[in-house]
């Protein structure tokens, strides 16, 4: 793994190199770490500690996020703060995204 570039299809074939994960961390500096993610039928993600980017890859679908739906396809960006419940729905079977997790941690109150 390069530190400081990587090809989605490097990054696909770090995934199938680890069978039972749905997502592979492929850089990290600091408190940043990149994963590349693709959830197969459900996507069961609970909140995290940090705030989050997605960049879509690959696939459509439908992404949650605190009460709200929008409907989501290659190219787009999402963002998620820290703590906030959200999950993909009804994707197609080649969806994928790019994962940015980035600055402190946060504890729930």
């Known amino acids: 793994m390069k530190d400081f570039h990587v090809t989605i299809e490097e990054a696909i ?3 199938s190199n ?5 997502f592979t961390v492929v850089m990290r500096d600091g408190s940043m770490s990149v994963e590349y993610y693709a959830p ?11 705030d989050e980017l997605y960049i879509i890859a690959g696939g459509s679908g439908t992404f949650y996020r605190g009460g709200e739906r ?3 396809k290659q190219g787009d960006v999402l963002f998620v703060p820290a703590l906030m419940e959200h999950r993909f729905e009804n994707f197609t079977d080649d969806f994928a995204t790019w994962v ?5 941690e946060r504890k729930p109150l």
């Open 13 to 15: 074939e770090q995934l």
């Open 18 to 22: 680890e069978a039972s994960k749905k």
């Open 40 to 50: 197969v039928k459900v996507d069961l993600q609970t909140p995290h500690k940090q």
């Open 70 to 72: 929008v409907s989501v």
């Open 100 to 104: 940015i997790f980035y600055g402190d």
